[in-house]
């Protein structure tokens, strides 16, 4: 199996350059795919896949375009992924799995710069500090001993920029996790907005966005949003009477970027933190709810709160950690009222509100936490299916 490993990289101001070269390269390479085939198209002529656009490129365009040769001077497998990355978008849209592809814009979700090992003779080579890139040669780490530096290790990668700085990913061959022996007994988990989670053993984790460090920096989210669409309105004007103001919004642009980030890293941490706690102890099994997310977010007061949980980012991660560990994931029937049902006697109570914290049972009389109670009946289940 692969796995996906992603670090910060510190890039000399030449490869700066040379990678954002590569990124230009790649939006207008990905952006003549997509105008190409639309030409095409309503032309009624024959659609050019990779393959067929890549010779087209090669000879047809960039002869009769001899000021576009800079395209052949970014790393081949870079403009290649451009290509291929367009030509697959292009055939979602065919076969009606998704829009038409979007021309790429600058600065909005930029492109990444893709390499690839070259067989065995020619490995990605990684050591404690550093990774050599093909075409762009040593790249610092930020994180040292992250990548793996056996021969060979690493299949390939990208380096993206994200709110002004490089981050690089890699993919390597993982060994397929062998079965671990069990610890302790299987766990249920059930995912709340109050808490993040609350564990069958008792064990609560807190709800990352009520903290006040998050709070405060929503806020300023908010203010430089709000100062960002302000600058966005002056710029307009400014264009009109013949002056250019972007400068400042892009500034302010990069300020908001650098804040949307910021909360997305703590509320990663914390989604990996909660995880690492789940799957240390090594339990028999680990059970969720298969959550109605979109359901939810269809209530206007929970959307806001159940989007910045990001469920599905807990789901993934933990999936990928039980994979890992060899741990069975129970991803219990949507349908199942865990919340509702009585964990001692199995009484069903229909008019579970929201808003009631603890539950009480009109069946045996027992009180108890509402979120603890649904965390037992999702642990002893048998309505699930394995992740
Ligand atoms: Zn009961």
Known sequence: MFKSLKTEVKPTPEQRVALFKAIGTFRFVYNLFLAEADKRYREGQKYMDAYDFSLWLNHAYLSENPDKVWIKETYAKAVKQAIINANTAYQRFFKGLAAHPNFKKKGVREPSYYFVRNGAKQPIVCERHKIKVPGLGWLALKEYGYFPTEANAIHSGSISLHAGRFFCSVLVEAPDPEPVRRETEGIGVDLGIKSFAVVSDGREFPNVNRTRKVGKLEK????????????????????????????????????????????????????????????????????????????????????????????????????????????????????????????????????????????????????????????????????????
């Not at 799957?279 to 359901?295: M, Q, Y």
């Not at 349908?335 to 009585?342: A, Q, R």
């Open 220 to 387: 300023r989210l908010k203010r430089e949003q709000r100062r960002l669409s302000r600058k966005r309105e002056s710029r307009k004007k400014n264009s009109k009477k013949g002056k250019d103001s972007s400068k400042r919004y892009n500034k302010q642009r990069l300020k908001v970027q650098k804040l949307h980030y910021r909360l997305d890293c703590i509320r990663k941490d914390s989604i990996r933190q909660t995880v690492a706690a789940l799957v240390k102890a090594k339990p028999e099994f680990i059970a969720v709810e298969d959550l109605n997310v979109r359901g939810m977010m269809k209530n206007r007061h929970l959307s806001k709160a159940v989007a910045q949980q990001d469920f599905y980012g807990f789901r993934n991660f933990l999936a990928w950690k039980c994979k890992v560990y060899g741990i069975p994931l129970h991803i219990v029937d949507r349908w199942y009222p865990s919340s509702k049902t009585c964990h001692f006697c199995g009484t069903l109570k229909a008019d579970l509100k929201l808003s009631d914290r603890s539950y009480v049972c009109e069946g045996c009389g027992k009180r108890m936490d509402r979120d603890l109670n649904a965390a037992l009946n999702i642990r002893d289940t048998t309505q699930y299916v394995l992740a």
